[in-house]
């Protein structure tokens, strides 16, 4: 579905991505892991064309997208959830959900799209009149997902979903990921959480400094001894 | 209560709609594109002899010259966007404020090229209202409904569409809104737009109680901008009620002195309340 082939980017002088090559085939979830640092959220960002593709090329269910900006992506069917989540802190609930249906074949289906949300996320439509700054971190992060759903995407991209949460909110957030594949959502996720988002996730690739070291079905990387060792702690 | 006391208050409430009206516009262009457009009055001075000269000179129907200068200085908007605002976007915000401020002499400079100096007027005389010893002008009243009607306009489409929410979302946080599928650049030209129909809009509402001259702007330009800074610029309600705070201080001040004077009045408030509350009359 999604194919990046020899993707290299950077800011300014600095290159951040070298040479990424990845595969997210139609109704899997595929894992990105590794540290800090190690080029994950460009490769999204890249991905969601908000950092622009210095060589290599891209194809999104065949088309070439490679150099397309940002809101181009989201017509095109890919949904992004940035890190941090990013919602529109003076913007009540429903008001960010409204914008992530702002391309119009989105709009077309606002209403019923709303419904969806609602029904996946029951605490957002108790919530729904609420500024989004006065969320919690849990509530935040499903109405940054609940945004992102609301363009309708084919592939939705998930960027540390589970970054400044507490434990047992991150395992809803995992659940949630299921429930979302569930639905025939093909899903890409970045993680620094390597052992919960490998029970997630069909496969992974490991990224360091800017490459892919390894990749391979999640069951392989969770008997790799690197892995285990390095990110694992086992 | 004294008479004329109540007639100064009421006039100051009704001079404070259009005030309120060119707030809105100034602070919802600086809220979304972040640049300060020095020469918003300027756009206003452009719809009055818009329509001055459909008006008196072709004779056109008021309404529809009106409507005209409206949708000339939304396009007007435009074009200060395009040509002047959009290619120096990312320069340093002092030679946008110099770009701006150059559109202003540009535009003074150009109307007197074209008029004249000369002050010209509709030749309409609106009626005065006379209720219970309390002399009001219908220009002043009729400006003043239309002004809160273009507001409550606006507030409907900025809460109720989807650009308007994008419109709102932008003003929030500027980089992430193409993950919404939404393209900056058109939503800048919208806002412009909207900016420029606002100024459009006072035109009409002022054509009817001053005379047109190059320099019309001056007498609202520096105003509207302390009105935008003193109830925080982008603001948009802190502007809305710096107006009619700022609209009260001219009418009761020319009411105990003169209208010179209470320009002096408003001023020295605004320097004050720079001083004690720097981010804006609201601002907790």
Same mark, same amino acid.
């Given at each position: ?17 070298? $040479? ?9 979830? =595929? ?14 960002? =890249?991905? /969601? @064309? ?5 060589? !290599?090329?891209?194809?999104?269910? !065949?088309?070439?997208? @490679?150099? &397309? ?15 941090? *989540? ?9 008001d960010n959900l409204r914008i ?46 609940? *945004?992102?759903?609301?363009? *309708? ?10 970054? !400044? ?10 659940? &949630?990921?299921? *429930?979302?594949?569930? $639905? ?12 919960? =988002?490998?029970?997630?996730? $069909? ?21 790799? $001894?690197?892995?285990?060792? /390095?990110?694992?702690?086992? | ?30 809220? %979304?594109?972040? %640049? ?19 008006? #008196? ?24 966007? #395009? ?29 007197? +090229? ?36 273009g507001a409550v306009a606006l ?21 992430? %809104?193409? +993950? ?9 030209? %919208? ?13 009409? +509402? ?61 001023? #020295?408030?605004?320097? #004050? ?12």
């Open positions: 579905m999604l194919s990046l082939a020899a993707v290299s980017a950077g800011y300014g002088t600095f290159r951040a991505l070298f $040479d990424v090559s990845l595969e997210v085939p139609q109704g899997e979830a =595929v894992g990105v892991i590794g540290p800090n640092g190690a080029g994950k959220t460009t490769l999204m960002r =890249v991905i /969601s @064309g908000l950092v622009p593709l210095r060589g !290599g090329a891209m194809t999104f269910e !065949g088309r070439a997208v @490679g150099g &397309l900006p940002a809101h181009r992506m989201v017509e095109q069917g890919i949904a992004h959830v940035p890190e941090n *989540r990013r919602l529109f802190p003076r913007l009540t609930v429903e992530g249906a702002f391309i119009p074949q989105a709009r077309a289906h606002f209403a019923e799209q709303l419904d969806r949300v609602y029904a996946l996320f029951p605490r957002l439509k108790d919530r729904r009149e609420q500024f989004a700054g006065t969320l919690s971190g849990g509530e935040q992060q499903m109405c940054a997902i609940g *945004r992102a759903l609301m363009s *309708r995407p084919r592939l939705l991209l998930m960027d540390e979903p589970s970054a !400044g949460l507490a434990p047992l909110v991150v395992e809803q957030v995992f659940e &949630l990921v299921r *429930r979302i594949r569930a $639905d025939g959502l093909t899903v890409l996720i970045v993680e620094q959480n390597v052992q919960q =988002v490998l029970d997630v996730v $069909d496969r992974a690739y490991l990224l360091e400094v800017g490459s892919i070291k390894l990749a391979g079905t999640s069951a392989e990387l969770k008997g790799n $001894d690197f892995i285990r060792k /390095s990110y694992m702690g086992l | 209560m004294d008479i004329y006391l109540l007639e100064a208050v009421i006039n100051g409430v009704l001079f404070g709609g259009v005030l309120a009206l060119l707030a809105l516009g100034l602070n919802l262009i600086f809220g %979304v594109i972040d %640049v300060v457009w020095i020469a918003y009055a300027d756009l206003v001075m452009c719809g009055m002899y818009v329509i001055y000269w459909l008006h #008196v000179e072709f004779g056109w129907p008021l309404p529809l010259a009106c409507a005209l200068a409206l949708v000339a200085v939304a396009g007007l908007g435009v074009l200060v966007h #395009v040509l002047i605002i959009a290619p120096i976007l990312g320069s340093p915000p002092i030679n946008q404020l110099l770009a701006t401020g150059g559109l202003l002499f540009f535009l003074q400079s150009f109307a007197t +090229l074209l008029f004249g100096t000369e002050f010209r007027n509709l030749g309409i005389r609106l009626p005065i209202i006379e209720l219970a010893d309390i002399y009001i002008s219908t220009a002043r009243l009729l400006a003043f409904a239309m002004a809160l009607a507030y409907f489409f900025l809460r109720r569409t989807f650009i308007g929410t994008a419109i709102r979302a932008i003003a929030q946080d500027r980089d992430i %809104v193409g +993950l919404m599928g939404i393209d900056q650049r058109r939503i800048y030209i %919208v806002t412009s737009a909207i900016g420029g129909a606002l100024a459009g809009l006072a035109a009409c +509402l002022l054509a009817l109680q001053y005379d047109v001259h190059p320099f019309i702007g001056n007498t609202f330009g520096p105003l509207i901008f302390i009105i935008c800074v003193l109830g925080g610029l982008g603001d948009m309600i802190g502007g809305f009620a710096a107006a009619f705070i700022m609209a009260q201080i001219i009418s009761i001040g020319g009411y105990y002195s003169s209208t010179e004077l209470s320009y002096v009045f408003a001023f #020295v408030f605004f320097i #004050v309340l720079m001083f004690v509350r720097p981010r804006g009359v609201l601002v907790r």
